[in-house]
C-alpha cells in the first residue's frame, strides 16, 4: 500500500495532533505538561509527513504552536483550554442563508451571504490567579452582482470583502484594581474596564483579515494590552 511508512507513523503522533492532521481540529483542556508533549509530537511532523494532503492545516505551526508556548509559560500550574477549527471559511455551518438586496438599473440582482467563522478561542488560567480568555473570528461578506450593458451583455462579479475580530479578556484575582496606563492604547484597540471584587479588563480590535505570518503578533497585541491596565508587583 502507497504511503503505508507515512500512515503508520501518523498513527505514532499525540492523539490530537492526528485529530489536526485529519479533521483540522484541535479542542482540549490540559495541564501544561500535556501541551508539552503535544508541542514535541508537532515538531516531528515535517521530518516524517511529505504527503501534501497530510500537512498540519494552515495557522498550525504559524499561529497555534507558538500560541500554546505563550500561554502555557504564563499559566504555571493552571490548565490551558484551546478551541481550534482550521478547516477554513467553505465548510458547511459557517455560511449564512442568501439574500437579495435592491438594485437599480443597470445591476439586475445582487445576492449577498456572509461567512463567519470563530476559528480560535482559548482560555487559560494565569500564575497571579487570574484568567485570560481570547477568541478570533472571521467575518467575510460576499456579493454577487449581475449587470447587463446597453448591448444587452449580462455581466456576474463576485465582490469579497473580510475582516478579523479578536477580544481578549482578563479576569483580575480578587481585591486585584486596575490602574490606567500612561500611555492611550492604539487607536485600533478599544478596551474597557468593569471594577469590581473582580475586575475585568477587555480588549477588542476589528481589522482587514492579516496575511497568516502578521496573525499572531495581531493577536499578541491585543492580548499583551490587557497586561498594561494593571500596577507591576515589586
Do not use: Y
Not at 501534501?52 to 499559566?75: F, G, H, N, Q, Y
Not at 485600533?188 to 497568516?212: C, D, F, M
Amino acid at each position: 500500500m502507497f504511503w503505508r511508512k507515512t500512515r503508520a507513523a501518523i498513527a505514532q503522533f499525540h492523539p490530537l495532533h492526528q485529530t489536526l492532521v485529519w479533521q483540522h481540529t484541535l479542542s482540549a483542556t490540559l495541564p501544561r505538561v500535556e501541551w508539552e508533549a503535544l508541542l514535541a509530537s508537532l515538531s516531528r511532523h515535517d521530518a516524517l509527513v511529505r504527503r501534501r494532503k497530510w500537512r498540519l492545516p494552515a495557522r498550525t505551526e504559524s499561529v497555534l504552536v507558538p500560541l500554546i508556548r505563550v500561554l502555557c509559560e504564563d499559566a504555571g500550574r493552571g490548565s490551558v483550554s484551546i478551541d481550534a477549527d482550521l478547516r477554513g471559511h467553505d465548510v458547511p455551518g459557517k455560511t449564512s442563508p442568501p439574500r437579495e438586496l435592491p438594485v437599480q438599473r443597470p445591476v439586475r440582482s445582487v445576492r449577498e451571504w456572509w461567512v463567519r467563522d470563530p476559528w480560535l478561542r482559548a482560555r487559560s488560567e494565569l500564575r497571579d490567579g487570574g484568567l485570560l480568555e481570547l477568541s478570533v473570528t472571521d467575518h467575510v461578506r460576499h456579493r454577487r452582482v449581475v449587470k447587463v450593458n446597453p448591448r444587452g451583455k449580462r455581466k456576474a462579479k463576485t465582490k469579497t470583502k473580510s475582516v478579523q475580530r479578536v477580544h481578549t479578556t482578563r479576569s483580575l484575582a480578587k481585591n486585584q484594581a486596575a490602574a490606567q496606563p500612561g500611555s492611550p492604547p492604539p487607536p485600533w484597540i478599544q478596551v474597557k474596564v468593569r471594577p469590581g471584587a473582580k475586575t475585568v479588563i477587555r480588549a477588542g480590535a476589528k481589522l482587514p483579515v492579516p496575511s497568516e505570518r502578521d496573525q499572531l503578533p495581531l493577536i499578541m497585541t491585543v492580548a499583551t494590552e490587557l497586561f498594561r491596565w494593571t500596577r507591576r508587583t515589586p
